[in-house]
């Protein structure tokens, strides 16, 4: 009689993920940037010399600058990028940017949690995942439905790709959100979006929004495409 009641139990458990597997249709993707965006972070990107010391320490918006680039004669010296501060998040230099995070609670309250993608889509790598889970926990944002997607990368396409990807395999998406604080990404973001087709030919309505140095979101002609 045990046994038989162990297997009922497992065979209602498979049913019931089976169920929520199959209901699992999302509406809309918001995807918003960590540094500069949810927070005013306090990591240094570093200049190392090729014996190891710093030359120079950046902020992320600088290191962003095309004027601090490595030139090819530098890099074949041995000069490098030191990023390791950016695998964690200093909690006591970084500022909660409130003009994002609400809208970020917003998200996370409307409705149910199966209508709905959120994603913290960072130029970090997947090594800070904690990092940026133990900042949401001390501004208290719930964050056990947000994903958190580090793609180790400043490229504009790194996060065009994970964004086609999500699409591609959730085609039930109608509309996306994308915040960022560099204007190359929301750009791209854009530009990406508006051609973006899904299966049954619809196309995806959209919100980008440019994060400005005083945290506030600011949208350029043609960031964003709502229901007529």
Known sequence: ???FRKILREWSNFIEEAVDIDTYNPRSLRVLDFDHTVAFTGEKVYVMSPEGSVVKEL????YSDPANSLSRDEVIAGYYYDFS???DVDADKAVENIYVTDILKNFINAGSASDRIILILTARTQDAETGIRNYLETIGIEHSNIDIVGVGNSSPQKKV???SKILDQNSSIEEVSFFDD???NTEEMMRFLSTYEREDGIPILFDVANVNEEGKLVRMPGYRVRKK
């Open 161 to 163: 790709d994970e964004v």
């Open 59 to 62: 902020t992320s918006d600088e």
């Open 85 to 87: 501060e950016f695998d």
């Open 182 to 184: 560099s204007l190359s």
């Open 1 to 3: 009689m045990d046994n």
